[in-house]
């Protein structure tokens, strides 16, 4: 334990991956379901049912859902039968994947059987000892697996004590989490008439290690006796699986509109990146086009994000020299160098990844504003 609050009290946690707001082609073509819980592992459980058995039910309705009416979209599921699935092992399948979406689905339960409703998770850290507590019994899956304490950094679950750790996690994907999450939860209410107990946030490992947007829905409470009826019964699972997948269609819709501008949506990053190949355009007085451009586009490697913004000498940053930072949808991003091509860039990626930031990626700008690389390497091409 001590090693693990050593370890992640030094650190910045964050998940080093390029914002999909960065990108003018998203295409929201796959996503992860996961059952929570299985095999020897049931979850909560209810007079009549187990948390596992009813999470698959709707993981597999929902995915069904988004096969036979979205057939861009690939489903991939981290259980259809009723196995064990490492916590780990669940984020690693999204991972490998490179999923867009990560949707985990789970049942809840209470000491009090007057609780009653729908809650949908996004990581972060917890603001109530009830948040707490929901991610303490979603994490305990981990203490059915062998060697859990080599697999999870010495992680304890039922330890107060190890949520230190999330306290410090910061997501770029946070904000499109919070928003498929507030799309489920009307669905919910609306559509459905399940009571709504709002979009929150805690420490879950398998959102913590998963590398895009993800949620974990809580479907109800098996601890009340009327939530339990509802989940257990076919009409309940095909009406919450059907809800989930209104609310995925929403944000696929609203994602992939948003990534062009043509369809209605307002894309500011991708106007200013045309205002400044304008602008160089108008300036550049030479034949000698490319030169320019590319004499004004720099490279350099980003490995951390914070939501309080940090002097370039903390301790949180190994001794890196020559730190630089910049602000961006309410994180501040740490770089390091100023590289004239992608090359070089990735030489040095190697390097602070080899220094403890493993999932360091190269990132362009240009005029001092962040733009994709398939941006920059088409100006330096042309």
């Known amino acids: 334990m001590k090693r693990f609050i050593i370890y992640f009290g030094i650190i910045i946690i964050v998940l080093f991956c390029q914002s999909s707001t960065f990108s003018q082609n998203i295409k929201i073509d796959k996503v992860v379901i996961d059952a929570g819980h299985g095999g020897r592992d049931p979850g909560a459980s209810g007079k009549n049912c187990h948390e596992k058995d009813i999470a698959l039910k709707i ?47 789970h049942c809840n339960a209470n000491n009090s059987s007057k609780i009653y409703g729908t809650e949908t998770y996004i990581m972060g850290n917890h603001k109530s000892a009830a948040n707490l507590e929901v991610a303490k019994k979603e994490n305990a899956a981990i203490l059915n697996e062998e060697d859990s304490l080599d697999d999870y950094e010495g992680f304890d679950p039922n330890s107060t004590e190890a949520y230190i750790m999330f306290s410090l996690f910061q997501s770029e994907y946070q904000e499109q989490s919070r ?21 929150l946030q805690a420490g879950f490992w398998v959102l913590f290690k998963t590398a895009m947007p993800g949620i974990l829905i809580e ?15 076919d009409k309940g699972q095909t009406y919450i699986a059907s809800a989930i997948y209104r609310a995925f269609k929403e944000y696929k819709h609203e994602m992939e509109q948003f990534a062009h501008p043509e369809n209605g949506s307002v894309n500011y ?29 720099v490279f350099k490697v980003q490995f951390a994000t914070s939501a309080k913004k940090l002097k370039t000498g903390s301790p949180e940053f190994k001794g890196m020299k020559n730190v630089e930072s910049y602000f961006h949808k309410g994180l501040y991003k740490y770089t390091v160098g100023n590289k004239s091509s992608i090359d070089e860039a990735n030489q040095l990626k190697k390097t602070i990844q080899k220094n403890g930031f493993r999932k360091a990626f190269v990132i362009a700008f240009l005029n001092d504003k962040r733009i994709t690389l398939k941006k920059a390497r088409k100006l330096i091409n042309n």
């Open 59 to 105: 993981a597999l309705k929902t995915g069904h859902y988004i096969e036979k009416n979205l057939p861009d979209v690939k489903v991939i599921y981290t259980r259809k039968t009723d196995k064990f699935v490492k916590l780990s092992r669940r984020a690693q399948i999204a991972n490998e994947n490179n999923a867009d979406l990560f949707i985990s689905i």
């Open 219 to 233: 479907t109800g409470y098996l601890s009340n006796p009327k939530d339990e009826k509802y989940l257990n019964s």
């Open 269 to 297: 990053e991708y106007h200013e990146i045309v205002a400044d190949q304008e602008n160089i355009q108008k300036k550049d007085t030479t034949n000698n086009k490319n030169s320019v451009i590319q004499n004004r586009i």
């Open 179 to 199: 928003n498929i999450a507030h799309k489920v939860q009307k669905q919910f209410k609306e559509r459905v008439g399940l009571k709504d107990r709002s979009v």
